[in-house]
């Protein structure tokens, strides 16, 4: 793993680390022009598989962020890819938003309802008790099962709400079938995203808020790993788990370079 001076790619979460609630986090918006001034690669990350890239790139527009949709990475984008790479041209039958289904539309996919290759689920707040049933009939007559993300519920202003993980459990639980889950803690989700970039282990870093999906993929991918406590973590969330990662900073703010002193005559 590099030094964070050895880092020449960057990979980083976007809710909690860049944005929280809509409103950007202090220095996030200076650490991504310091990126673009030095000229180095970075993609953000998000497991929200409803919303296509361009839709976030508005979303974070919108809280005075500037990230163009080629620079944002979602689950929905690496369960396309994954998929594509396994069967090219493939057929799926999904449950979802924009998000998975423009990506799996432009990887070359057929969405069925007939004997599809695979039945995948993302994260969607219009979860149908009969789009439910016909994915447990799929996948008892041999469809494959992927989810795009594990979270099992998802932030709301009213409290939380069941996610992707939570709908997969019911059909694991009616089909006997566990799903294969592509995005964080998955490290084939950063995977794929470095070679979105031309990005290596060795000289990537990458920057999360959370210990149980950015950190322990990010380890397991071999990446230079930062824990920001702007979003869920705090010291007990940390001490609950046996990795650490190789910083642990504040904020993003902290990886801003210093201001040039200016020496007097």
């Not at 690669?41 to 990230?67: H, K, M, Q």
């Amino acid at each position: 793993m590099a030094r964070r001076d050895e880092i020449e790619c960057w990979l980083t979460d976007m809710d909690g680390v860049l944005v929280h609630e809509n409103h950007p986090i202090t220095g996030a918006a200076e650490l991504l022009q310091q990126w673009r001034d030095e000229g180095k690669p970075y993609l953000v990350l998000t497991n929200n598989s409803i919303f296509t890239p361009r839709d976030l790139s508005a979303r974070l527009r919108a809280s005075g962020l500037e990230v163009p949709e080629e620079f944002i990475w979602t689950s929905a984008l690496a369960t396309a890819t994954f998929l594509k790479d396994q069967i090219p041209g493939g057929s799926a039958f999904v449950i979802g938003e924009a998000g998975i289904t423009t990506a799996l539309h432009e990887a070359g996919f057929i969405m069925t309802e007939t004997a599809p290759d695979y039945v995948v689920v993302g994260e969607t707040r219009n979860y149908s008790f009969d789009a439910i049933t016909k994915a447990i009939r799929l996948i008892g007559a041999g469809s494959r099962f992927i989810v795009t993300n594990p979270d099992a519920t998802g932030p709301s202003a009213d409290g939380p709400l069941p996610a992707t993980g939570a709908i997969a459990a019911l059909i694991t639980k009616a089909t006997g079938k566990e799903p294969y889950v592509v995005g964080k803690p998955n490290p084939m989700m950063f995977r794929s995203a470095m070679n979105r970039i031309g990005a290596h282990s060795e000289n990537t870093g990458m920057i999360g808020d959370r210990m149980d999906t950015d950190v322990v993929a990010g380890i397991e991918a071999g990446l230079h790993t930062i824990l920001v406590m702007t979003g869920i973590s705090d010291q007990a969330e940390i001490d609950k788990y046996p990795f650490r990662p190789d910083e642990i900073l504040a904020s993003v703010a902290d990886l801003l370079n210093p201001e040039p002193v200016e020496s007097e005559l």
